[in-house]
């Protein structure tokens, strides 16, 4: 600090405020990034006793991806994750149980169709039809993986399951069952992680058939259990909460981290990268050195989709009760289908002036809403309204949608398993640098991946890591250097398995 202030005497007055605040911070942990994932890491390391560790974040609020604003007159709307999904002991469910989130059950059957003209039309066959398919295609995939079968797309796995849609109104549901599920269409997606993921959830350690998910509509917003989470950890104005610090860069060696963010240095014995996959594809932050290649390609090879909720606040309802409404586009498929009612039964507060309606879009169609202005989403949405509803209904009071894919500090809303990514490259993603840098975020669950447990299950791994390597015991890291197992056609093996039908 002395030479600090040295420093901005002879630089004059003026420079003063630029390096007052900087700061050279010497800590045994950094965890970078307050999301779920960093929470829950800084919660694991406090819970084994572990006390010196900072938490770095770039926004000036804590929760990531759990993010709320208000809206209209009264109501606070989820920009980000919105459902506890599977309930049983999956650990936000705890949370939520804990500090009494009030959240609502959905009822995906519970849908409205509608075609371009307006007209209703009736789902029920098509919709039983879907999600039988899906069942035998999750009961397929689970003898793959028993097996240890090679992958095949969620396309393949759908058509073995003899799942063909011809129409609009087929292509409709499929996407609602589907992509606006996984946040990416049936080709990209692996069959057997995406069923094994399915499995973990809602089919294993947390509890058995738990098919239920509840929507977060509690107006504290769904990260104020992440918050006070974090507020057991940090007391007011603590030091070790770097908020609104945004990384630059890492340097790691086999002795330690050194963090450059916008506003100190920090030099830490560990640290937690909670970064989402999509900051790591992006290059948002600099490694020194690089990143080695076998973990590069583990990175690259996984998916972050865009997933893309776009509110809109009316004056009254004009469209149906149910809960979601389905526009059949014959067009395009899936594009502006999916429609939630926040008036539905048990949603928004009663006597709430707000007649919120909301449209998501995924992939592709979530790039290209970015790239829009609002007034051109805008005019888009009431076009598809207007051949819904008719000409005779309100323009929206008000109107908005995050730009997840854009933004550098997420580049994304939640991770799928990719037809190509391999369990090892999975590992390879996820493996330690040097032992000093680790890594967690949702997307390094192997099992939880894309879901708040994941976060919440990865920073707890992590965290359990560095207080292995505090105490000495470092577990051991293992990688794989070169992914092989591509037999190409005329290779022995596959002569000798090959079968004449
Ligand atoms: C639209 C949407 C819908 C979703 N729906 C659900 C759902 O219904 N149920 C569910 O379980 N999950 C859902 N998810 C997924 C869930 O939100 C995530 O899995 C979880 O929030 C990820 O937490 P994390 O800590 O891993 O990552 P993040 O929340 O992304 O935390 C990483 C943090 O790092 C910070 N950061 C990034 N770069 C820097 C930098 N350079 N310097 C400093 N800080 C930086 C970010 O600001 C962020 O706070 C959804 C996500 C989205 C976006
Ligand atoms: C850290 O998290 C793990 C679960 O992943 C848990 O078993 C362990 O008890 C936690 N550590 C502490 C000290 O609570
Ligand atoms: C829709 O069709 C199903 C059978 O496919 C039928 O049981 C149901 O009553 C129909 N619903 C309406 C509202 O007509
Ligand atoms: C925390 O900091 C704020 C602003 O710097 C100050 O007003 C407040 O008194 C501090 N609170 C505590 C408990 O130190």
Request: aromatic share 12%.
């Amino acid at each position: 600090m002395q030479l600090l202030s040295l420093l901005s005497l002879s630089l004059g007055v003026l420079a003063t405020s630029q390096f007052v605040q900087a700061e050279t911070i010497h800590t045994k942990v950094a965890i970078l990034g307050g999301g779920a994932s960093g929470i829950s890491a800084a919660m694991n390391l406090t819970l084994a006793g572990i006390d010196d560790f900072v938490l770095v974040e770039a926004r000036d609020v804590l929760g990531g991806r759990a993010q709320d604003v208000k809206f209209g007159n009264d109501v606070r709307i989820e920009l980000g994750c919105n459902w506890v999904q599977a309930l049983g002991k999956n650990p936000i469910n705890i949370l939520a149980q804990k500090y009494d989130l009030k959240t609502v059950e959905t009822d995906y059957s519970d849908i409205a169709y509608i075609d371009e003209n307006g007209k209703h039309l009736n789902g029920t066959k098509e919709y039983q039809a879907f999600s039988d398919a899906s069942d035998r295609m999750a009961e397929q995939a689970l003898k793959r993986a028993k097996n240890n079968q090679v992958d095949i797309s969620s396309r393949t796995a759908l058509s073995l399951a003899g799942w063909f849609p011809k129409t609009p109104l087929e292509s409709s549901i499929e996407y609602f069952g589907y992509d606006w599920e996984s946040g990416e269409d049936p080709e990209r997606a692996s069959d057997i992680y995406g069923v094994l993921n399915d499995e973990a959830n809602y089919n294993g350690k947390f509890g058995h058939d738990l098919d239920e998910d509840r929507m977060n509509i509690d107006q504290r917003g769904f990260k104020y259990i992440f918050l006070k989470e974090a507020d057991r950890v940090f007391k007011k104005n603590d030091s070790r909460l770097k908020l609104s610090s945004t990384v630059k860069s890492v340097a790691y060696d086999k002795n330690g981290v050194t963090i450059t963010t916008d506003k100190d240095t920090i030099i830490a014995d560990y640290a937690i990268s909670t970064f989402s996959v999509g900051v790591l594809q992006h290059r948002d932050v600099q490694w020194k050195p690089e990143m080695p290649d076998w973990k590069m390609e583990g990175i690259f090879g996984f998916h972050l989709t865009t997933y893309t909720k776009i509110f809109m606040n009316f004056p009254r309802q004009f469209w149906d009760d149910n809960e979601f409404t389905l526009y059949v586009n014959p067009t395009t498929r899936g594009l502006f289908s999916v429609w939630q009612n926040m008036n539905a039964k048990g949603y928004f507060p009663k006597g709430t002036k707000d007649n919120v309606f909301f449209v998501t879009v995924t992939q592709d169609y979530a790039h290209m809403v970015e790239a829009m202005t609002d007034d051109q989403v805008k005019e888009q949405l009431m076009t598809v309204l207007r051949k819904m509803y008719g000409d005779d209904i309100p323009e929206p009071t008000d109107f908005k949608f995050p730009r997840w894919h854009s933004d550098p500090l997420f580049r994304g809303s939640y991770s799928n398993w990719p037809i190509g990514e391999m369990d090892q490259h999975h590992e390879n993603m996820k493996a330690p640098l040097h032992n000093r840098v680790f890594f967690a975020g949702e997307a390094m669950s192997k099992y939880y991946y894309g879901y708040l447990q994941g976060a919440w299950i990865a920073g707890e791994e992590a965290a359990i890591a560095v207080t292995q390597c505090i105490k000495k015991k470092c577990p051991r890291a293992t990688y794989f250097p070169q992914i092989t197992n591509a037999k190409m056609r005329g290779s022995t093996v596959h002569k000798k398995r090959a079968l004449v039908v």
